[in-house]
C-alpha cells in the first residue's frame, strides 16, 4: 500500500490507515492533526504550512491537565506578575514547537486574540513570554488557545540563575561579535598587507594598515579580552597559572611590540592581527562553555515545569489545597483526572488508572488497586482516587529526580575540562619556550630587540590557530554532514565520546519497540453489525488499547457502520461499558467480563482486550508493542565493531526477556526505577566504560544525564529532547547505525588534524627558537597550516555510504 | 594618492564602526537573544509579517492608552 504524508503535520503512513477527505484530497494520521488543519485553515492561518516547508512535525499533542488551575489564586501568586502599565505576564514552556513555522503559529494566534498584549516564543529554549490584559482576557483561555492548535503549555519561575545565565550569555556574545567583527577587518587589512610584503609596498601606506589594524585590535583586546585580564587577575591572587593569564600575557606581549612598530621606536612589521586572532579563537570557545550552561538551566526550567504547584489534602474530613512542601507522611491525600501525585504514597480507596510513563517509560495506563504505591509526578488517568503520602515532598521520587539532574548537569562539562589543560599545557610551554627564546639570544649577544623579534616568531609561529582549528572545523563538518542525515548533534565534544564508545545502553519502549500498541492476533471474524459497535465502543476512549483496536478496525476495515451507543461509562481499570438497544456491551480486559459473569478462557502474554455482547465473548484481541524494523539490523552492527548492548527497562522481566531475545541482545535489565537506570550508567562508568544511553521519555533523563553521550529519538518528551546530546529526528535506529559511523569517520579526521598541526608545531617552533624565521613569515605559515587542517577536514564528508 | 588613501580609510573605519554600533545595539536590545528564530526571520519573514507586525504595535498602543484610561477613571471614583 501506498504511503502519503498527513496533510497537517507531514508524517507519512499507510493510505489505507489514514482519514481521508475525498474532496479535498487531504489526508490526516489523526483526529488531532484534522481539527487542527482545519482550524488554521477557517482561521486563515494556513500559510503556517508554507512555512513549514518540506519539514515534518509530531502530531497535536493533547493534553488532560485542566485549565482550571490556571486560575487559582496560589498559581497566579507564583508564576504571574503584574507589568508597571497593570497587565499581567507569565513566563511559560511551550511544548511541542519543532520548527520556526511552529513559533510563528503560536504567536500569531497569541497576538490575534483579544486581550493579548505581547507573546514572543524563543525558538531555541521554547520559552515564552505572554502579556495580556485580564479584563479581555484569562490565563486559563490563553493557554486553551495554544492547545487547540496542537501545542501546549506549561508555566515555569525565573529564576536567579537563568537570569544571571542569560545576562553572561549576552555579555560574552557582545564581547565575541565586537572581536569577529574586528578581527574580519583586520583579515581585509592583511590581504594588502601580505600581497604588499611580496610585491613591495610604500612604507607609509605600510603605516596606514598598522594604523588601520591598531584601531581594530584594541577593542578586540582591551574589550573582548577584558574577561581574558580578569581570569589571570584572579588566577595570579590565588596563584594558579590559568591559560586566562597565557592568552592575556601572549596577546598583551604582541601588541606592545606591534605599538612600538607602529611608534617607529623599532623596526618591523606590526602584529595587530594575532592579537585579535589570539583573543577572538579563545573567546569563541567560551562562549560556547557559556551557551552550555545556559542549555543546563533550561533544561531544569522544562524538569521543574512539571512539578505540581500544589495538592489537595483531607484534613479532618474536609479538603484544603497546601503547598507541597507542607504535606507531611500519613497525610491523606485527593487526585482528581488529569491531576498529578505530588508525593509518593499507598492508595486507599478503590483502585484507579494512572500513567506512569514518566516512571517507567511505558505508554500503557497501569491499574492500581488497594494499598498499590503511587509516585510522585504520575498521571491520574481515571475517577478521583484518595491514597496515604508515604514519604513528603522532598525525599518522593519526582523531586528526588529532579535534584539528581540539577546534580550531574552542574558537573557534567568533565570532556571540556580535558580540553582546556591540554591547551593550558601547551600554551604554558609555548610561552616559556618565547622567553627561553628572549633570554637565550639577548646572552648570546643578540640585541634587545632581535632577541624580543625572535620570542614574538615563537608566539606567532605557535599561535594555537591550527590546533584551535583541528577539532572544531573537523567536528563541523562532521556535525553538517549528520545533520544532512536527519541527526542533531548539539556540541561537537561528543563526537569524540561517541567514537570511544564501548557500551550502548537502550531503553525499550520508543527506542527498539514502537511505543504504540498494536493488535497481534484476533480469535475470529466479525460480522458487520458488531464491527459497528465495537468500533463506535472503542471510539468512546482514548486508552492506549482502545485506541489500537479502533486504529487496526479501520485499518482492516472498510464501510464500518456508523452506531450510536448510550451510556457509555468506564468500569475503573478494567474497560468500557454501554448499552444500545437494551443490550450491554463490554469491551476491555478479563476481569471485567469476569465482573459481569462471563467466562473467559483465552490466556496470553500479550495485553488482551475482550469485546462482549449479551454475556457472550464476540471477539479477543492480543496486543503488543511492535518492535522497529531495523532493531535486529543495529543489534549486528554494534556486535560487529565490538560494542557491548545493554537494554534497560522499567517494563516487567518477561516483556523485556522477550523483547530483548527478538532482536538478538544478551543482556537486559527490567523492571528498573528512573535512579536504578542511572545507577546502571554509573556503575558502567566506574568500570571505565565509555557508555552511550539511547532513550526517550522523562524516566530516562537522569539515566542520560549521567551518560557519556545521551542519544534521544526526536518523538521524545522534551525534557528528553533537552537533555539529549545528540537528537535523532526520524526516531529510526537507522540513525543511531548512522551517528556512531559519521562520530568514528570524523573522530578519525580529528586525531589527522591534531597530527598534522602538532607536526608543523613541531618542525616550525625550532626554527622560530633558532632566529630562522621573521614574525611575519611565522604569521604566513600560521595561516597555511590552519588551510591544511581546513582542506583535511574536507574529506570527511567524501565518503558519504 | 596617500591623502586619498587617508581619506578612504578614516570613511571605511567610520563605516564600519557605525556598523558596529548598530550590532552591539542589536544584541543589547535582545534581537539575537534566539539565535533560532533571527535566522529564521531572515529566510521567512514577509511583507505579510511586516504589517501583522506594524498591527501588534497599534494594538499594544491602543490597550496601554485604554489600560490608563480606566486608571485614572478608577482614581476619580475613589
Known amino acids: 500500500m501506498a504511503k502519503v504524508p498527513c496533510s497537517h503535520c507531514r508524517l507519512e503512513f499507510d493510505e489505507s490507515i489514514m482519514i481521508q477527505e475525498k474532496n479535498n484530497d487531504l489526508y490526516f494520521c489523526c483526529n488531532g492533526c484534522q481539527g487542527v488543519y482545519h482550524l488554521l485553515k477557517s482561521e486563515n492561518l494556513d500559510s503556517f504550512y508554507e512555512k513549514l516547508g518540506n519539514r515534518v512535525i509530531a502530531p497535536p499533542l493533547t493534553s488532560t491537565n485542566p485549565t482550571q488551575s490556571f486560575e487559582l489564586e496560589s498559581f497566579r501568586q507564583r508564576y504571574v506578575k503584574t507589568t508597571k502599565e497593570g497587565f499581567s505576564s507569565i513566563d511559560l514552556i511551550i511544548e511541542g514547537i519543532h520548527c520556526a513555522a511552529c513559533v510563528w503559529l503560536n504567536e500569531k494566534v497569541l497576538a490575534d486574540s483579544d486581550g493579548v498584549l505581547e507573546a514572543s516564543i524563543n525558538f531555541t529554549n521554547n520559552k515564552a513570554k505572554v502579556i495580556w490584559d485580564d479584563e479581555v482576557i484569562s490565563l486559563a483561555q490563553i493557554i486553551d488557545k495554544i492547545r487547540s492548535i496542537g501545542y501546549n503549555a506549561y508555566p515555569y519561575q525565573r529564576g536567579s540563575e537563568d537570569v544571571k545565565a542569560t545576562k553572561t550569555r549576552q555579555d560574552y556574545f557582545l564581547r565575541m561579535s565586537v572581536a569577529i567583527f574586528a578581527s574580519m577587518n583586520i583579515m581585509m587589512i592583511d590581504v594588502a598587507k601580505y600581497a604588499g610584503f611580496f610585491s613591495g609596498i610604500k612604507s607609509e601606506t605600510l603605516e596606514l594598515i598598522h594604523i588601520a589594524e591598531f584601531i581594530f585590535a584594541t577593542p578586540v583586546l582591551f574589550y573582548s579580552g ?27 606581549l604582541t601588541y606592545i611590540y606591534s605599538l612600538a612598530i607602529l611608534f617607529k621606536l623599532i623596526n618591523g612589521h606590526s602584529y595587530f592581527d594575532s592579537v585579535a586572532m589570539i583573543i577572538t579563537f579563545v573567546l569563541v570557545g567560551k562562549f560556547l562553555e557559556v551557551l552550555g550552561k545556559k542549555n543546563a538551566v533550561d533544561t531544569m526550567d522544562k524538569m521543574k515545569s512539571q512539578i505540581p504547584l500544589e495538592a489537595t489534602i483531607i484534613e479532618d474530613g474536609a479538603k484544603k489545597v497546601v503547598g507541597l512542601d507542607e504535606i507531611k507522611e500519613g497525610d491523606i ?31 500503557h495506563v497501569v491499574s492500581k488497586n488497594l494499598n498499590d504505591k503511587i509516585y510522585s509526578g504520575t498521571i491520574n488517568m481515571g475517577d478521583v482516587i484518595r491514597y496515604r503520602a508515604t514519604k513528603d515532598y522532598a525525599n518522593s521520587t519526582l523531586s528526588t529526580i529532579v535534584t539528581l539532574l540539577e546534580d550531574s548537569l552542574a558537573s557534567k562539562p568533565k570532556i571540556e575540562e580535558k580540553a582546556n589543560n591540554i591547551s593550558k599545557y601547551f600554551s604554558l610551554t609555548i610561552l616559556l619556550l618565547a622567553i627561553a627564546t628572549f633570554i637565550g639570544w639577548y646572552l648570546y649577544g643578540a640585541t634587545f630587540e632581535d632577541s624580543l623579534i625572535n620570542a614574538i616568531s615563537v608566539i606567532v609561529i605557535a599561535c594555537p590557530c591550527a590546533l584551535a582549528l583541528a577539532t572544531p572545523i573537523a567536528s563541523l563538518i562532521g556535525i553538517s554532514w549528520a545533520s544532512k542525515r536527519g541527526l542533531l548533534f548539539k556540541e561537537a565534544k561528543f563526537i569524540e565520546s561517541f567514537a570511544k564508545t564501548s557500551v550502548v545502553v537502550l531503553d525499550k519502549t520508543g527506542t527498539i519497540t514502537e511505543g504504540k500498541l498494536s493488535v497481534k492476533s484476533v480469535s475470529n471474524t466479525i460480522d458487520s453489525e458488531m464491527l459497528g459497535k465495537l468500533y463506535a465502543l472503542t471510539s468512546s476512549s482514548t486508552h492506549p488499547i482502545s485506541v489500537a483496536i479502533k486504529r487496526y478496525l479501520e485499518a482492516t476495515y472498510h464501510d464500518i457502520p456508523n452506531i450510536e451507543l448510550e451510556n457509555i461509562a468506564q468500569v475503573e481499570a478494567k474497560g468500557l461499558k454501554a448499552n444500545w438497544k437494551n443490550q450491554i456491551l463490554l469491551g476491555g480486559n478479563s476481569s471485567l467480563l469476569k465482573d459481569f459473569g462471563i467466562n473467559v478462557s483465552f490466556e496470553s502474554h500479550y495485553s488482551l482486550y475482550h469485546f462482549a455482547s449479551e454475556g457472550k465473548v464476540i471477539v479477543s484481541f492480543e496486543l503488543d508493542d511492535t518492535i522497529k524494523n531495523d532493531a535486529l539490523a543495529m543489534i549486528a552492527y554494534f556486535k560487529k565493531i565490538g560494542v557491548r548492548v545493554i537494554m534497560a527497562s522499567g517494563d516487567n522481566t518477561n516483556v523485556v526477556s522477550r523483547v530483548a531475545s527478538s532482536v538478538g541482545i544478551e543482556e537486559f535489565k527490567s523492571q528498573l526505577s528512573p535512579i536504578d537506570k542511572a545507577n546502571l550508567i554509573d556503575t558502567l562508568k566506574a568500570e571505565g566504560e565509555m557508555v552511550v544511553m539511547v532513550g526517550d521519555g522523562i524516566n530516562d533523563v537522569l539515566a542520560l544525564s549521567k551518560a557519556d553521550v545521551a542519544i534521544v529519538m526526536g518523538s521524545g518528551a522534551d525534557v528528553a529532547l533537552a537533555i539529549g546530546d545528540v537528537v535523532i529526528l526520524d526516531n529510526s535506529l537507522d540513525g543511531l547505525q548512522k551517528s556512531f559511523y559519521i562520530s568514528k569517520r570524523t573522530y578519525k579526521f580529528i586525531k589527522q588534524n591534531l597530527a598534522l598541526s602538532l607536526l608543523y608545531n613541531l618542525i616550525t617552533i625550532p626554527f622560530a627558537i633558532m632566529g630562522f624565521v621573521i614574525p611575519l613569515v611565522a604569521a604566513l605559515s600560521m595561516s597555511l597550516s590552519s588551510l591544511m587542517v581546513v582542506g583535511n577536514s574536507m574529506r570527511i564528508g567524501k565518503n558519504d555510504e | 594618492m596617500n591623502n586619498v588613501l587617508i581619506l578612504e580609510l578614516f570613511v571605511g573605519i567610520l563605516v ?40 501588534l504595535e497599534e494594538k499594544r498602543k491602543k490597550m496601554k492608552e485604554a489600560k490608563e484610561a480606566s486608571k485614572e477613571e478608577q482614581s476619580k471614583e475613589i
Open chain 1, 226 to 252: 577584558w574577561i581574558f585580564f580578569r581570569g589571570a587577575y584572579y588566577g595570579v591572587k590565588n596563584r594558579i597559572v590559568t591559560m586566562d593569564l597565557l592568552v592575556s600575557f601572549g596577546a598583551t
Open chain 1, 333 to 363: 491525600l485527593e487526585v482528581k483526572y488529569g491531576e498529578k501525585a505530588s508525593v509518593d504514597g499507598e492508595i486507599i480507596t478503590l483502585g484507579g488508572l494512572f500513567d506512569e510513563s514518566s516512571i517507567t517509560g511505558e505508554s
Open chain 2, 16 to 55: 564600519s564602526f557605525s556598523l558596529l554600533g548598530i550590532l552591539i545595539w542589536a544584541i543589547k536590545s535582545g534581537q539575537f537573544e534566539d539565535n533560532k528564530k533571527a535566522m529564521d526571520g531572515l529566510l521567512f519573514d514577509s511583507t505579510e509579517d511586516l504589517q501583522n507586525a506594524v498591527r
